[in-house]
């Protein structure tokens, strides 16, 4: 006999499709739990059935072989109606099995338990159940330790949705920050058109220089997967694209990175080498429109990352320029971000051009 509505279905399966857990892979989180449940109870078959509006779908499984059944099928829809936990000695003779597809194909299904996965509102989703061949009971300790299992699972489960929810909320913070930012480097720019002061100027120019690469991060953040790692190809892509925005026509900037993921701080720290390193180059390296290029490497070896900034341009060939590194300001800031990365940080001057090598 097919098992009527939950009395606060719409209420259930709402709660149940908040987990977003339907259709997801296995998971060997909850593998083990359904293979302790089977050892426990000396049974066959274990699952993690959660029930949906026209199926039970199982997130893992011992014994059975199927990933969802309908609901006809369906003992688990039976015993979320109940107490927490329903016991079936012989599934032969009681109603709400006897008719049961299960009960009357081979392997027959004589025997069924199950503890309730109960969401925090009160509602269940499911169960954690053990199926047998052959009509039984349990002991009051293998009751009990399928109540308990079925707790972990429901743990497992509010962990995943809790962290799913942090995740969003980081998601959308990171994207109000990277608004935020772009306003505020747009400010920035405002109020530097009208210094004259060069020292200010630059000061104000390295401000807006980190506010963009912040708000780069921010935006790779944003689209990341792991909140804790970006991938560093596209947060430099995203960086050199606000630095050739401002560039001289007669100045290109390249860019040559790996393709792979690193901690929010290590691309924080980059930002801020790379966007010095340009500005420098630019201010310095091609004076009277003097064409030239400025190339970002990065590169990992056997047990590191490699940071090249190099320019074409006067160098130490001009000799206004002959003692000049990088603007006391940006070598400031080069230096600490170099710092926050523990890395060996070197600068050389050649008539070829400038040159920064960071190896962290």
Not at 250 to 268: K, N, P, Q, R, Y
Request: some cysteine.
């Amino acid at each position: 006999m097919p098992a009527p509505p939950h009395p606060d279905q719409s209420e259930r399966l709402k709660t149940l499709k908040s987990f977003d857990i339907l259709d997801t892979a296995r998971e060997s989180d909850f593998d083990e739990i359904v293979e302790l449940a089977s050892r426990i109870c000396d049974t066959p078959i274990s699952l993690i059935s959660l029930v949906d509006d026209s199926r039970q779908w199982f997130k893992a499984e011992v014994g059975l072989g199927v990933q969802e059944t309908d609901l006809d099928r369906s003992v688990c829809a039976h015993a979320i109606l109940e107490d927490a936990f329903l016991e079936v000695p012989d599934t032969r003779i009681d109603d709400r099995t006897r008719s049961n597809p299960l009960n009357l194909e081979t392997p027959h299904m004589r025997f069924y338990a199950g503890a309730q996965l109960i969401a925090p509102n009160g509602l269940p989703l499911g169960t954690l159940c053990v199926l047998d061949t052959k009509p039984r009971t349990l002991t009051d300790l293998q009751r009990q330790a399928l109540k308990v299992l079925s707790r972990q699972v429901m743990k497992q489960l509010e962990l995943r949705r809790a962290l799913r929810d942090q995740e969003t909320l980081l998601h959308e913070a990171d994207h109000r920050v990277k608004n935020s930012l772009q306003t505020l480097a747009s400010i920035v720019r405002l109020y530097g058109r009208n210094l004259t002061d060069p020292q200010a100027i630059d000061a104000f120019e390295a401000v807006r220089r980190r506010i963009e690469a912040i708000g780069a991060l921010h935006s790779e953040l944003q689209n990341a997967i792991d909140l804790n790692r970006v991938n560093v190809r596209a947060f430099l892509d995203k960086v050199i694209g606000l630095l050739r925005d401002s560039a001289p026509p007669h100045v290109e900037i390249l860019l040559d990175a790996e393709d792979f993921v690193v901690g929010h701080g290590v691309t924080s720290a980059l930002g801020v080498i790379v966007s010095e390193f340009v500005a420098n180059s630019i201010k310095h390296g091609f004076p009277d429109d003097r064409p030239g290029a400025v190339s970002i490497g990065l590169h990992r070896t056997t047990d590191s990352i490699v940071l090249t900034c190099v320019d074409d341009g006067v160098g130490s060939r001009d000799p206004e320029t002959e003692n000049i590194t990088q603007d006391n300001l940006g070598s400031t800031l080069v230096a600490a971000a170099a710092s926050q990365l523990n890395g060996a940080l070197s600068t050389e001057l050649t008539a070829n051009g400038s040159r920064l090598t960071l190896t962290f």
